[in-house]
């Protein structure tokens, strides 16, 4: 299998891993996007950490902490068809049927969903710990739907 690339793939050439900064960079954009949408789907702890010019593999990473395993899943479908819209669709998710720790591959943005045992387990965050967050404003949220009884 030849190697990936995506619709705002900065990947390849691996060797030059200088940043790169762009006055429209659809990948920040949809790293922002995803941050938001996790946000609004009443994930916590939201972050977006810039990888350019540090890793060679992707140039963003979204992480969060979801609060059980179907509303996981939910802000993995609502990143997904977000993508999709935009015409960035996933290059490959893993993780969707634990709802443990849900990986959604944009290949130039990766989309980390932990649960909180995960997430501070992994702890990205101190592992990348040089890298710049990238400033997004959250949203008002939607309101939870309490369940009604009959």
């Not at 893993?94 to 989309?111: A, K, M, N, R």
Request: aromatic share 8%; net charge negative; hydrophobic share 40%.
């Amino acid at each position: 299998m030849g190697p990936a690339t995506g619709p705002c793939s900065s990947l390849y050439p691996l060797f030059s891993m200088a940043k790169r900064v762009k006055k429209d960079d659809p990948c920040k954009a949809l790293a922002v996007a995803a941050a938001q949408i996790a946000h609004d789907d009443h994930c916590e702890d939201v972050v977006v950490l810039d990888l350019r010019g540090v890793s060679p593999v992707t140039d963003y990473f979204v992480i969060a902490t979801g609060t059980s395993g179907r509303q996981m899943r939910t802000v993995a479908e609502d990143v997904m068809q977000h993508g999709k819209n935009i015409g960035q669709k996933v290059w490959h998710a893993e993780g969707l049927e634990t709802g443990q720790w849900i990986l959604l591959d944009f290949v130039d943005v990766v989309v980390h969903i932990f649960d909180p045992e995960r997430r501070s387990y992994y702890d990205l965050e101190l592992l990348w710990g040089e890298v710049p967050r990238v400033p997004w404003a959250a949203r008002k949220r939607k309101p939870k739907v309490k369940a009604t009884e009959e």
